[in-house]
């Protein structure tokens, strides 16, 4: 029955950090927001293991006038 509950505490504790957006680790969150990445990040895990990780490119660098106005 502990084996149960063990099991529940540890989903839960999962469930709580997806829904805070504490997922990554402090160090990726910050290379994110140094490169003001605002794409799409996909991480497939297996059995408790990371199997396949991918991003989608999804940001953007202003670099002077007239980025991103169709030049």
Do not use: I, W
Not at 14 to 40: D, I, M, N
């Amino acid at each position: 029955m502990q084996l149960y509950e063990n099991e529940d505490r540890h989903f839960a504790e999962f469930r709580r950090k997806v829904r805070a957006a504490e997922f990554l680790s402090a160090s990726t969150e910050q290379l994110l927001k140094g490169l003001h990445f605002s794409g799409r990040l996909s991480v497939v895990v297996h059995n408790g293991q990371v199997l396949k990780s991918g991003y989608e490119e999804g940001y953007f660098r202003q670099t002077g006038p007239g980025v991103g106005a169709g030049q």
